[in-house]
């Protein structure tokens, strides 16, 4: 059973910005710790971004100062704005739940089924 649907993945030319959505309806998400993954090399899945249930926000180097991560207040949802897009950025990206002190690491808790972002040179 799909608990978490993700959205707003594309195809947009380097430099481009984009807004990747998640919602769920049975996972209450600031509870839990938020997060962004997307396959990296010799990994299953690499953090994006994640977003603690306090609202403490880790990034991967990568992305740092280019995409922000956030939960829409009263909403059951959460957002990655991704700018300054570049071709390494392409990917499919998942959204994921896991208990709110659970590490960053590991394939853990509840994931969704991913939204493709294609980023041409």
Known sequence: QVQLVESGGGLVQAGGSLRLSCAS????????????YRPAPGKQRELVAGVRPGGSTNYAGSVKGRCTISREKGQNRLYLEMSSL?????AVYYCNARADTATW?????SWGQGTQVTVSS
């Open 25 to 36: 309806a049975t996972i209450i998400f600031r509870l839990n710790s938020m997060a962004w």
């Open 86 to 90: 570049k071709p390494e950025d392409t």
């Open 105 to 109: 690491y590991g394939d853990l808790g």
